[in-house]
């Protein structure tokens, strides 16, 4: 098996399967006489569960994996060629795509007896949403080898960890709307434009800018959106930690406390030990003390 079948397998396999079966088929490499491979497999990195997800609905739901990345590309294209029209009509279609591909997530891994809660959700709305606007991120969740939930967050794709993600280079395609030719109509007669006329245009063109500017409006506050979900996932991920380090102290210390118990315990006993020692040893002298009185007295 070489590392890109086994890869498929892996990534396919329950969460609790992976590391077991990785090494496995490491080994099986190494022990065939391929050290190189066994070493590329014993790389690859178990999924995350939000990543496993992912990596489930490439198989599971091909269908809707493709949907969500024809939706990123005309998308991305109505972005480039600046067709705001285009971008009205797609962005609810993009939410109801997301939650029902997130749906679908959640009834494949109640079947598996993994249910998903709110945050793992977040992180594979996240992911998606990412795929829509990054190629590269929508390449790579296409791959079925999914290791970390992606998000964008402005300026990138990261990972869970917060650091770049790793995606394969993707050739940008730029896309420019072309002017339609004009229609050939019959000449008509030139006429003087009214006083309503006038005000119709003038009101299109206030209606206009002001589209313009709700649509601007609307791309910062999801910019902020983004870099605010961002900088919760960072804190809940540091609380997450530093709660982990709470709890290896408290049973640092516990484990403190018993050794001082203990300790405390033996002290007492020590303790007692040598007191008894010294009246044996007070005793014992006495005793010596008193019949070397007496055989001095005999001696005399």
């Known amino acids: 098996m070489d590392v890109d079948a086994a890869a498929v397998e892996l990534y396919g396999l329950p969460p609790g399967q992976f590391t077991a079966a990785r090494n496995a088929a490491a080994k ?7 050290a190189s491979t ?4 014993k790389a690859l990195r178990k999924p995350t569960i939000a990543a496993w997800l992912v990596n489930q609905l490439v198989r599971a739901d091909p269908d809707g994996i493709h949907d969500l990345t024809e939706l990123g590309e005309q998308l991305r294209q109505a972005h480039v060629s600046g067709d705001g029209a285009q971008l009205r009509r797609l962005t609810p279609r993009r939410h109801r795509l997301v939650q029902r591909v997130v749906q679908t997530a959640r009834e494949l891994a ?3 007896g993994h249910p998903v809660s709110d945050q793992i959700a977040q992180r594979l709305t996240e992911t998606l949403d990412a795929a829509l606007v990054d190629p590269g991120a929508a390449q790579l969740v296409r791959s079925g080898q999914l ?5 964008h967050v402005g300026f990138g794709v990261v990972d869970e960890t917060g650091e770049p993600a790793q995606l394969a280079p993707v050739r940008p395609r ?3 709307s072309r002017p339609k030719p004009p229609a050939k109509r019959a000449a008509k007669p030139v006429r003087k434009p009214s006083a309503v006329d006038t005000t119709l245009r003038r009101r299109r063109a206030e209606l206009a800018s002001r589209a313009q500017e709700a649509e601007t409006d609307y791309t910062a506050a999801e910019a902020q959106r983004i870099n605010a979900a961002a900088h919760l996932d960072a804190h809940e991920h540091l609380i997450a930690d530093l709660t982990t380090t709470i ?9 403190a406390r018993q050794q001082l118990r203990d300790a405390s315990r033996q002290t007492r006993r020590l303790t007692a030990a040598r007191d008894r020692a010294i009246r044996n040893a007070t005793l014992a002298q ?4 008193a019949n ?3 055989l001095a007295s005999f001696d005399n």
């Open 174 to 176: 730029v896309v420019r």
């Open 110 to 112: 109640q079947e598996q």
């Open 38 to 41: 066994g070493e590329s497999i």
């Open 147 to 151: 290791t970390s939930a992606l998000r």
């Open 28 to 34: 099986a490499a190494k022990d065939g006489g391929d």
């Open 292 to 294: 070397q009185q007496r």
């Open 286 to 289: 006495r005793r010596r003390d």
């Open 247 to 255: 709890q290896r102290l408290n049973e640092e210390l516990e484990q």
